[in-house]
């Protein structure tokens, strides 16, 4: 169910410590064919609601083209939705002008799956550590030196003096990743959106990289969300875990509850036990279920699962959306079998 914040009366101490507010949130990309203008919609964000609270580290877990990155986007300002909003504090994000975009931009931080584009080739690590802090108006220069030298320590990249002159192309992909998390930390953000950060780099560096982001989101109370189609690795960050299936969250509950007691047969076919004894490392990707994930410009009717699934009730899941149910306090899931 979708918590409604009313705005005429004083927020309960739950309510404010929400910072980032998401609620019926749609997001379609037009489809054009040329000499014929708008053709259809690639539905990839179709009625997402969701809060998320100050210190806050949840996963998005889905098959690749779920709709996880646009999603992403939209909550960072760089898609704007159709229909639904985004508030960050209270502001509304989604339809916000350029003065309000430069201020949430400064509040959040984004680390995206590719470290090397996303760093210009042609700029030293320290011009581009230096840039935010200079569109923010930081002036002094020995300030920003200072800021810069704090932040590359914390992400361990050291000594500092070695780096600070180095092209990306100069780094490894572990260390343009922390680069690029470096960047994502300079202003002090409060959120912190990691798309798929580590799946571009040598399994090697992963669990390093993944060990970092989690040390700096607790050490500073960060808000974090974490993207991913690999659920072995949302041990390291998510409280809550989200799961994602064409273009809707289809389940979300705390990560411990998830283990025990997957709810969605989506879930259900992402998760296999292992003989592991830490039952968080349990979580890994199965055999994804068999069929491939519909397209999301002419979704099917009903449950958008049912042609996949194995539990389908025929005369209901093909017709009829599930709404969300509450089986279990905290755990909410998208599927006719738990129709209170
Ligand atoms: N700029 C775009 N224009 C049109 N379709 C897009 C665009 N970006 C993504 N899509 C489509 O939207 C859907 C969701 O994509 P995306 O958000 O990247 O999913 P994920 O990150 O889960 O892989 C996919 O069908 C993808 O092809
Ligand atoms: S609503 Fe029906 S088709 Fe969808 S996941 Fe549940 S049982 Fe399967
Ligand atoms: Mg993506």
Request: charged residues 25%.
């Amino acid at each position: 169910m979708v918590l409604e914040v009313p705005t005429t009366i004083e927020p309960t101490l739950d309510q404010r410590k929400v910072l980032l507010s998401i609620r019926n949130l749609h997001v379609w990309y037009e489809l054009r064919r040329f000499g014929f203008g708008i053709v259809g919609y690639v539905r990839a964000v179709d009625d997402v609601s969701f809060d998320l609270h100050r210190g806050e580290a949840i996963a998005v877990v889905g098959e690749s083209g779920c709709g996880k990155s646009t999603l992403m986007k939209t909550i960072l300002g760089l898609v704007r939705p159709r229909e639904g909003s985004v508030t960050f504090e209270g502001k509304e994000i989604g339809q916000a002008d350029q003065a309000t975009l430069k201020w949430y931009r400064s509040q959040v931080g984004y680390i995206q799956q590719d470290p090397y584009g996303a760093l210009p080739p042609f700029m030293s690590v320290r011009r581009i550590l230096e840039e935010p802090l200079v569109i923010a108006g930081m002036k002094d220069g020995k300030e920003r030196l200072e800021r810069i030298h704090r932040v590359m320590e914390e992400v361990k990249l050291y000594p500092v003096e070695d780096f600070l002159g180095k092209f990306p192309h100069m780094l490894s992909g572990g260390q343009q990743q922390r680069v690029v998390i470096a960047r994502a930390m300079i202003l002090n953000p409060k959120l912190i959106v990691a798309d798929e950060p580590v799946s571009m780099l040598d399994a090697s560096v992963r669990v390093e990289i993944l060990k970092l982001l989690r040390g700096l989101q607790e050490s500073h109370h960060l808000s974090f969300i974490y993207i991913t189609h690999d659920l072995s690795t949302v041990k390291y960050f998510s409280e809550r875990i989200f799961v994602m299936y064409a273009g809707k969250l289809v389940e979300q509950s705390p990560i411990g509850e998830l283990l025990k007691n997957p709810l969605h047969p989506y879930t259900h076919a992402l998760l296999s036990a292992t003989s592991d004894p830490d039952a968080r490392n349990a979580l890994s990707f199965r055999e994804v279920p068999p069929g491939e994930p519909p397209s999301l410009v002419k979704p099917p009717p009903g449950c958008r699962f049912h042609p996949r699934c194995a539990q389908m009730i025929e005369g209901l899941c093909e017709i009829d959306e599930p709404p969300e149910f509450t089986p279990v306090p905290d755990h909410r899931v998208a599927c006719w079998l738990h129709k209170e």
